[in-house]
């Protein structure tokens, strides 16, 4: 059946992105070098990066099959969208307490409106302007379109917030921070990057399977509870 | 086409008519807005900061908390006789409706966003620098986007048992680039500087504005679907 | 299963002890009767659900041009969201709706200028007045010759002195009035009524009584909900009895005889309400235990 399938593959993807997870953690502990001016600290960003890379993605999967739910209404669709937004939403949290955490340690100050931090919190509270939709409406139908809504709108509006964020950013006064970014990033940081980001992004599938069909589980069983009552 | 636009027209006429008759909505955001302006006003040390270097911003958020008030109420008079029912088992289209609320939203809006940088200007001591007209396009454009935004989110929190109150949740992570393009052009504007730095923000904010416009009408349909 | 055309007395409640769905009779050709080929409604296997909760539970039906249809049932039996899908005006969980021949969920509007419904809720403007709140629904409609038509509604409905106060100043009964002229205003095939006489006062309800019986006209198609058992009869031509999200039975008009109808009414909610083993075996089904009291009409 159906579900069984994807429970397999999502505990199978679970696994695997666990076990990536601790292959990213020794390779920024023990095997990737220090960065120069910040030290130590500056390994977060092996977490902190591929957190919002994560829960990008899942906004970006939950807002597509959101507008495939309204199109289509196959409630498989809504349960999708769902069981991605909960992921992203995860995954935006462990961003945003990963960056504050690093920059009050590494130039002294929590929160600097870097672009994509600020991004990030901007769209966790489209997250959670989802889920309070989805759960306060009389007829959980309205609810789960209503939420598709507020996910599509969100998606359609991102790039013009980030735009913008980043604008904004360009006036304020920036700590000195050697970012590690782009094409200079020496090899070993960027090979944990990447290794970083292939095990959330496993990570990330394999908890959205799991999720995903446990809403459909779910589902079967209110289905039989009605039917049993009638 | 025509009967498309006897439709928004009848819609907005309707809705503008019942505004004037109950003078509810424009006598709240105005006097929000006034009253906005006083007490920011008081909460300005003027030892310690000069209003007017951040004036602008006041007046961008004023205008969007007073349009939160307004916006929200857009489907109350609908509620009133079960009117939304009737709206839309007729044979307008959704986005007609959408359309027409927007407008008539973005009307009120838009003079109670000129009130509300007419009082500043008053109480800030402002001067309106050299492209006032560039200032009353960011306001229109700001106002057309929230308003746009507003009235969708609208019909869903009025779907919600939490009402209203779920509306600033829903709209506000969207405002940033309203905020961000909209205020700084207009900071900027007060501030003398020429009309070519702020071209960028009214382009940026027209886009924004665009594409709320658009997304609420073709997503409105949705929303009020039973 | 319909009820037969009627002939010998007894017959023809065969139908009211089924407990299974689709007792509208869909466009059999015994509707040939009635001289109709293209039904003007037509709803297949209607289902609303609300979350776990259904109310309607498989309905379908089929009515000819001049039919109306009266539907009674207790509270909760799900008649307002019938009505409510076959006004297009709620989406059904299954199932679809046509309007001769126009399918309500294709996306085409044209059906909606067909379809004329009045609620309890009046679906009007408080503060406009009640020739504004017409000759707004009139442009909606796309209605051309408004002056004459908005006057002349008013006049039928015994408005036109009012036609200037706003619908706040009305009272009940005269918004229901102006309701139902809104609902009439761009000349629906289909008219949909929902319990249309709730707190109206004799002087309303008479003329909503004879704006009712206008519409006996032959060209429209009625169907009204309603607890007033008189008036419901008295215009029906067919009857239906809604029970839990069914029809538990469903007849031509001619076939009932109003003195007894009460009583079969209690019985058919009854019956169904305990169950369908009750109606099957016949013992208290509405069938068997009402046929001495159905008289030739």
Not at chain 2, 82 to 99: E, K, T
Not at chain 2, 168 to 175: D, K, Y
Not at chain 2, 216 to 224: S, W
Not at chain 3, 165 to 187: K, P
């Amino acid at each position: 059946m159906q579900v069984k399938g994807m429970r397999r593959w999502g505990t199978a993807l679970t696994v695997l992105g666990l076990l990536g997870l601790i292959l990213v953690y020794w390779m920024s502990f023990f095997w990737v070098s220090t960065e120069a001016t910040q030290g130590i600290v500056q390994r977060i960003f092996y977490v902190h990066v591929p957190a919002a890379w994560t829960s990008f993605l899942a906004f970006g999967l939950c807002a597509l099959t959101s507008g495939m739910y309204l199109w289509l209404r196959d409630e498989r669709l809504d349960r999708a969208a769902l069981a991605a937004a909960e992921g992203g939403m995860v995954f935006a949290t462990i961003m945003l307490t990963t960056g504050p955490l690093w920059g009050k340690i590494a130039w002294g100050t929590y929160w600097t409106w870097e672009p994509r931090l600020t991004l990030t919190l901007l769209l966790w509270f489209i997250f959670l302007g989802y889920f309070m939709v989805r759960g306060s409406t009389e007829d959980p139908g309205k609810g789960k379109r209503f939420a598709a809504v507020v996910a599509i709108v969100g998606a359609l509006e991102i790039p013009f917030i980030h735009l913008s964020v980043i604008w904004f950013r360009s006036l304020h006064p920036q700590p000195v921070v050697v970012r590690p970014d782009g094409p200079t990033l020496p090899g070993d940081m960027f090979a944990t990057l990447m290794t970083s980001l292939g095990a959330f992004t496993v990570l990330f599938l394999g908890m959205f399977l799991l999720r995903y069909a446990l809403e459909g589980l779910k589902s079967e069983l209110d289905a039989r509870t009605r039917r049993a009552i009638a | 086409m025509s009967a498309y636009l006897t439709q928004v027209r009848a819609i907005l006429w309707k809705d503008l008519v019942i505004e004037l008759r109950t003078r509810e909505r424009v006598l709240v955001m105005g006097g929000f807005a006034v009253l906005s302006a006083v007490l920011f006003d008081f909460s300005i040390d003027r030892a310690l900061v000069a209003p007017q270097d951040i004036a602008a911003g006041l007046i961008w958020m004023t205008i969007v908390f007073g349009g939160l008030l307004g916006v929200g109420r857009t489907f109350h008079l609908e509620a009133e006789d079960g009117a939304l029912r009737g709206l839309l088992m007729s044979p307008a289209p959704r986005d007609a409706v959408f359309i027409a609320k927007v407008l008539a939203n973005f009307t009120l809006l838009y003079v109670v966003s000129l009130l509300v940088l007419g009082v500043f200007i008053l109480f800030f001591d402002l001067e309106l620098g050299g492209s006032p007209a560039a200032i009353a396009l960011a306001l229109a454009l700001g106002s057309l986007g929230f308003v746009a935004l507003g009235t969708l989110f609208a019909a869903v929190s009025s779907g919600t048992r939490l009402g209203e109150t779920l509306l600033p949740i829903l709209v506000f992570p969207l405002l940033a680039p309203m905020i961000v393009y909209g205020a700084g052009a207009t900071a900027r504007l007060l501030a003398n500087r020429p009309l070519a730095e702020v071209a960028g923000h009214l382009r940026m904010l027209g886009a924004f504005t665009v594409v709320a416009v658009f997304a609420g009408a073709v997503l409105f349909r949705f929303v009020v679907e039973d | 299963m319909e009820a037969a055309p009627p002939s010998t007395a007894g017959r023809g409640e065969g139908g009211g002890s089924e407990p299974g769905r689709g007792e509208g009779g869909g466009s059999e050709p015994g509707r040939g009767e009635r001289g109709v080929s293209e039904p003007v409604l037509e709803a297949t296997g209607l289902v609303r659900e609300y979350g776990p909760v259904v109310a309607v539970d498989g309905v379908d039906l089929a009515l000819g041009e001049g039919e109306f249809l009266t539907v009674f049932g207790p509270n909760g039996a799900g008649k307002s969201s019938l009505l409510g899908m076959l006004a297009g005006a709620l989406r059904p969980t299954r199932g679809s709706v046509r309007v001769r021949g126009m399918p309500l969920d294709s996306g085409e509007d044209g059906w909606r200028h067909r379809v004329g419904a009045l609620s309890h809720e009046g679906f009007l403007y408080l503060q406009l007045t009640a020739e504004e709140n017409l000759r707004f629904y009139g442009r909606l409609y796309g209605l051309t010759d408004l002056d004459e038509r908005v006057g002349a509604r008013l006049e039928r409905v015994g408005l036109a002195a009012r036609a200037g106060t706003r619908v706040r100043e009305l009272s009940h009964g005269m918004r229901q009035r102006l309701a139902l002229a809104r609902a009439l205003l761009h000349d629906p095939d289909l008219v949909l009524l929902d319990e249309p006489y709730t707190g109206l006062d004799p002087s309303a309800a008479g003329v909503l009584r004879e704006v009712l019986a206008e519409l006996r006209d032959g060209r429209r198609t009625v169907v009204m909900v309603t607890h007033n058992l008189g008036s419901g009869l008295e215009l029906a031509t067919r009857v239906a009895i809604q029970v839990e999200g069914r029809f538990g039975w469903i007849g031509d008009a001619l076939d009932i005889d109003r003195s007894g109808f009460e009583r079969f009414y209690h019985e058919v909610v009854e019956g169904r309400a305990a169950g369908s083993a009750g109606a099957r075996t016949g013992a208290g089904g509405p069938g068997e235990g009402t046929a001495e009291r159905r008289g030739r009409p």
